[in-house]
């Protein structure tokens, strides 16, 4: 999953609901883990979106209510769109304007 100053999900898993959950727990203290990004280790962090339905799922897995297998189970069913975020300026420095969608 990591890959030098890339952190990627191609598809929702257990250790990517880990990693999005450390990263919106104010109580998560461990900002060195491999598996929180608060401290910016990653330049760029891209994975499945955590919309409503699966930030409701994280918050049972963190609470004990869901097991992984079921946490699983529900994020195979679900369809989901990527999101891809840039935490640094080193991240930004890659980003290239490609086009107009309006010209005015």
Request: a positive charge; hydrophobic letters at 30%; charged letters at 30%.
């Given at each position: ?21 450390n990263n919106r727990n104010r109580k998560f203290v ?52 990527n999101q891809c975020t840039f935490h640094t300026e080193k991240a ?13």
């Amino acid at each position: 999953m990591e890959n030098g100053g890339k952190k990627n999900a191609e598809k929702p898993s257990v250790e990517w609901a880990v990693f999005i959950n450390n990263n919106r727990n104010r109580k998560f203290v461990d900002i060195s883990s491999p598996e929180c990004n608060t401290d910016n280790k990653y330049d760029v962090v891209s994975g499945p979106v955590a919309n409503d339905t699966v930030g409701l799922l994280i918050r049972q897995f963190s609470r004990g209510t869901i097991d992984a297998e079921y946490l699983k189970r529900e994020f195979d069913f679900g369809k989901l769109t990527n999101q891809c975020t840039f935490h640094t300026e080193k991240a930004l420095r890659y980003l290239k304007k490609v086009g107009v969608k309006y010209d005015r």
